[in-house]
């Protein structure tokens, strides 16, 4: 069973750890960390705060996710994923809002683990994450317009539909040195690769460009004119915690806390796939959760598990939480030694490396084939999307699990309620050519819970209302709920009313208890209730007279 919290980093040293692994890591870690510095720069720009926000992040984050975590080459630290929420809280609350809000949901995330509840995150259903993934990366691409575009825009509004329509009337503005520059950005980010995968074409994009609007004194918006220096150096301070609000960042704080433990969970799946191995997936929340707890006391946002990071952490040889420490420490290197030139990145080149994000999380491929699924995954992945682009991401994933849940139960209940009796009496003829005409058969089979409940039992009725005794197979209903129980005793004792004799086979242990708790097994008759089909047949030929 897996344990609740064992960090990987421990059994790593166990066996031991030799030096050649150890040259791997390094060079996978040093990779990553420049891969993860534009991204880092980036996202906390688009999120609506300071630079330097998100390399404290990445760094904080991205060390103890890496030293507590259940994946061996998870690496951690501000996603895409975060832009839409993060950028909402800080409108809504400020950024002390969105501090204690990240802090609430790392202990919710801490809680997640402590209840085991990491398996529970794996099964939030694909269109549904699909859905609010896509939309997520619409809304980003929508909000780098204004710089991709270089618009003279004082404010932009915060509504999908507002900021296309500021856009569209502010068009006239648009500053021709920042469209080639997005445009550059994209065309490296994209296409560098064709030269060599060992260093990462935004990283490319951000020094060639950066240093060409220095050389050529270019008129487009930087970090600098926007946001001042970035600091190269840490501080610890409180968020200002108001106990009067704590009821308002309840929600913000469980959006966060669903959202970084679903990402985290699918990046240490893929990462599992990659490198053969088995994530702790408990442990993985907790770490998490831990990380998303400290890492505001020192200015950072949200963080969770990065695909992209951890997949290139993989292809570049990295094996064990090690490659994740580098990979803090060489973004350490680079924030407190070349953080003074940061402040030069053109606002349009990091546009364009956002833009390239975004289309890279939108997973359009697999929008287009679940549109093609059926009815009720195009419906969660349809009003997932939509309510993540013009409402608001938790709304979205509220609604979202909802709306999958009583989907699942509509589906549930007609794909048990279509095995009708004729086709069960056509299966036992075949071993009971004998079994008269007086005696009605019926097979539960499956869950009895609340989804099904109702569309059993009403078909239970109509079968035992023609007969004179009615067999209730449940060999397999491997449980049964309050609804299902309550449900069970209306029809038996509908059909009592009528004199009809019922009973029940196969009944499994952990079901016959609940039966017995509820009364239903006293209502039945404990002589009516047989372990097999065999047995209850030949009490109920008795019952008819042709025993």
Same mark, same amino acid.
């Given at each position: 069973?897996?344990?609740?919290?064992?960090?990987?980093?421990?059994?790593?040293?166990?066996?031991?750890?030799?030096?050649?692994?150890?040259?791997?890591?390094?060079?996978?870690?040093?990779?990553?960390?420049?891969?993860?510095?534009?991204?880092?720069? $980036?996202?906390?720009?688009?999120?609506?705060?300071?630079?330097?926000?998100?390399?404290?992040?990445?760094?904080?984050?991205?060390?103890?996710?890496?030293?507590?975590?259940?994946?061996?080459?998870?690496? %951690?630290?501000?996603?895409?994923?975060?832009?839409?929420?993060?950028?909402?809280?800080?409108?809504?609350?400020?950024? =002390?809002?969105?501090?204690?809000?990240?802090?609430?949901?790392?202990?919710?995330?801490?809680?997640? %683990?402590?209840?085991?509840?990491?398996?529970?995150?794996?099964?939030?259903?694909?269109?549904?994450?699909?859905?609010?993934?896509?939309?997520?990366?619409?809304?980003?691409?929508?909000?780098?317009?204004?710089?991709?575009?270089?618009?003279?825009?004082?404010?932009?509004?915060?509504?999908?539909?507002?900021?296309?329509?500021?856009?569209?009337?502010?068009?006239?503005?648009?500053?021709?040195?920042?469209?080639?520059?997005?445009?550059?950005?994209?065309?490296?980010?994209?296409?560098?690769?064709?030269?060599?995968?060992?260093?990462?074409?935004?990283?490319?994009?951000?020094?060639?460009?950066?240093?060409?609007?220095?050389?050529?004194?270019?008129?487009?918006?930087?970090?600098?004119?926007?946001?001042?220096?970035?600091?190269?150096? +840490?501080?610890?301070?409180?968020?200002?915690?108001?106990?009067?609000?704590?009821?308002?960042?309840?929600?913000?704080?469980?959006?966060? !806390?669903?959202?970084?433990?679903?990402?985290?969970?699918?990046? !240490?799946?893929? $990462? =599992?796939?990659?490198?053969?191995?088995?994530?702790?997936?408990?442990?993985?929340?907790?770490?998490?959760?831990?990380?998303?707890?400290?890492?505001?006391?020192? #200015?950072?946002?949200?963080?969770? %598990? !990065?695909?992209?990071?951890?997949?290139?952490?993989?292809?570049?040889? #990295?094996?064990?939480?090690?490659?994740?420490?580098?990979?803090?420490?060489?973004?350490?290197?680079?924030?407190?030694?070349?953080?003074?030139?940061?402040?030069?990145?053109?606002?349009?080149?990091? !546009?364009?490396?956002?833009?390239?994000?975004?289309?890279?999380?939108?997973?359009?491929?697999? +929008?287009?084939?679940?549109?093609? $699924?059926?009815?009720?995954?195009?419906?969660?992945?349809?009003?997932?999307?939509?309510?993540?682009?013009?409402?608001?991401?938790?709304?979205?994933?509220?609604?979202?699990?909802?709306?999958?849940?009583?989907?699942?139960?509509?589906?549930?209940?007609?794909?048990?309620?279509?095995?009708?009796?004729?086709?069960?009496?056509?299966?036992?003829?075949?071993?009971?050519? =004998?079994?008269?005409?007086?005696?009605?058969?019926?097979?539960?089979?499956?869950?009895?819970?609340?989804?099904?409940?109702?569309?059993?039992?009403?078909?239970?009725?109509?079968?035992?209302?023609?007969?004179?005794?009615?067999?209730?197979?449940?060999?397999?209903?491997?449980?049964?709920?309050?609804?299902?129980?309550?449900?069970?005793?209306?029809?038996?004792?509908?059909?009592?009313?009528?004199?009809?004799?019922?009973?029940?086979?196969?009944?499994?242990?952990?079901?016959?208890?609940?039966?017995?708790?509820?009364?239903?097994?006293?209502?039945?008759?404990?002589?009516?209730?047989?372990?097999?089909?065999?047995?209850?047949? $030949?009490?109920?030929?008795?019952?008819?007279?042709?025993?």
């Amino acid at each position: 069973m897996e344990p609740i919290f064992k960090p990987q980093l421990l059994s790593v040293f166990k066996p031991g750890y030799f030096k050649e692994q150890f040259t791997r890591d390094l060079f996978a870690g040093i990779i990553v960390g420049i891969v993860a510095l534009p991204l880092a720069i $980036a996202f906390a720009v688009a999120s609506g705060v300071s630079p330097d926000k998100g390399l404290v992040t990445a760094i904080v984050a991205g060390f103890i996710i890496s030293a507590l975590g259940g994946s061996r080459v998870q690496i %951690g630290g501000p996603t895409g994923a975060f832009i839409v929420i993060v950028y909402g809280i800080i409108e809504q609350y400020g950024l =002390d809002g969105l501090l204690v809000a990240t802090v609430l949901a790392g202990i919710i995330m801490v809680l997640f %683990g402590l209840l085991k509840l990491g398996s529970l995150l794996k099964f939030i259903p694909y269109p549904l994450i699909v859905g609010f993934t896509s939309g997520i990366a619409l809304t980003i691409f929508s909000t780098q317009i204004k710089d991709a575009l270089g618009l003279e825009l004082a404010e932009v509004p915060s509504s999908f539909l507002g900021k296309w329509a500021a856009y569209a009337s502010n068009i006239g503005t648009t500053n021709l040195y920042a469209v080639g520059i997005t445009v550059t950005t994209i065309l490296i980010a994209v296409y560098f690769k064709r030269i060599t995968t060992k260093v990462p074409g935004s990283f490319v994009a951000i020094i060639a460009i950066t240093a060409a609007v220095a050389v050529f004194d270019l008129p487009v918006t930087t970090i600098e004119t926007v946001f001042g220096d970035i600091p190269s150096t +840490f501080t610890l301070a409180a968020p200002n915690f108001d106990l009067s609000n704590i009821g308002g960042y309840i929600g913000p704080a469980l959006t966060i !806390a669903l959202l970084g433990g679903i990402e985290s969970l699918l990046s !240490a799946v893929v $990462a =599992d796939g990659m490198v053969g191995g088995q994530h702790r997936s408990n442990t993985e929340l907790i770490a998490q959760g831990v990380a998303n707890i400290v890492t505001p006391f020192f #200015g950072g946002i949200p963080a969770t %598990g !990065a695909i992209a990071r951890t997949a290139t952490n993989v292809r570049s040889g #990295g094996r064990t939480p090690v490659a994740g420490i580098i990979h803090v420490l060489t973004l350490l290197l680079i924030m407190l030694v070349f953080g003074q030139w940061a402040k030069l990145i053109p606002m349009s080149c990091l !546009a364009g490396i956002l833009i390239v994000v975004a289309y890279n999380m939108s997973e359009w491929r697999n +929008f287009v084939s679940i549109m093609h $699924a059926s009815n009720f995954d195009r419906i969660v992945l349809i009003v997932t999307f939509v309510l993540t682009v013009l409402v608001d991401l938790t709304v979205a994933i509220e609604v979202g699990v909802v709306l999958s849940s009583l989907l699942f139960m509509r589906r549930m209940s007609e794909t048990n309620s279509a095995l009708s009796e004729r086709q069960v009496d056509a299966d036992l003829l075949e071993l009971h050519p =004998d079994i008269p005409k007086s005696i009605g058969i019926y097979e539960i089979s499956g869950p009895f819970f609340f989804a099904s409940a109702k569309a059993y039992c009403e078909v239970i009725k109509n079968v035992g209302q023609r007969s004179q005794v009615m067999i209730i197979r449940m060999r397999h209903v491997p449980f049964v709920d309050s609804t299902g129980l309550n449900n069970l005793r209306d029809a038996v004792q509908s059909l009592q009313g009528r004199g009809i004799e019922v009973l029940l086979s196969g009944v499994r242990p952990e079901v016959a208890v609940e039966l017995r708790r509820s009364g239903l097994e006293a209502l039945v008759g404990e002589g009516n209730v047989h372990p097999s089909f065999d047995l209850a047949l $030949a009490h109920a030929k008795g019952l008819v007279g042709q025993g």
